[in-house]
């Protein structure tokens, strides 16, 4: 009998981190098709940046208002917030969906 119940008590152990397994895995699977979007409205922004500042010879401040203007205008469903920070980084974030994807960089 207390075999019987050690057995059973295993089994339903199992039979719940699978099903807690698969539940992750399909969130997971759910969001795939969004990822790529967002790392290349990402990217965009970047590439903005160092567009707008590199060849344009634009400031920071400048490049990153007319970069952030122009996500919002040339992107289809995604879009990319550039943000700087102290010392060089810029950092844009794109969305697509509801999934964000993030790359930061460092300019010297």
């Known amino acids: 009998m207390i075999f019987t119940l050690a057995v059973l008590t295993a089994i339903l152990t199992m039979a719940i981190a699978g099903s807690a397994f698969l539940v992750k895995q399909a969130k997971i699977n759910r969001n795939l098709p969004y990822s790529a979007p967002a790392y290349y409205a990402a990217e965009s922004g970047i590439e903005c940046m160092l567009y707008q500042t590199i060849i344009k010879s634009e400031s920071q401040g400048n490049a990153k208002n ?39 960089i460092y300019i010297e």
Do not use: F, H, P
């Open 66 to 104: 007319y970069c952030n203007e122009a996500s919002r205008s040339k992107l289809n469903d995604a879009v990319y917030a550039v943000e700087l920070g102290n010392a060089g980084w810029i950092k844009s974030t794109g969305t697509y969906g509801s999934l964000q994807r993030s790359i930061q």
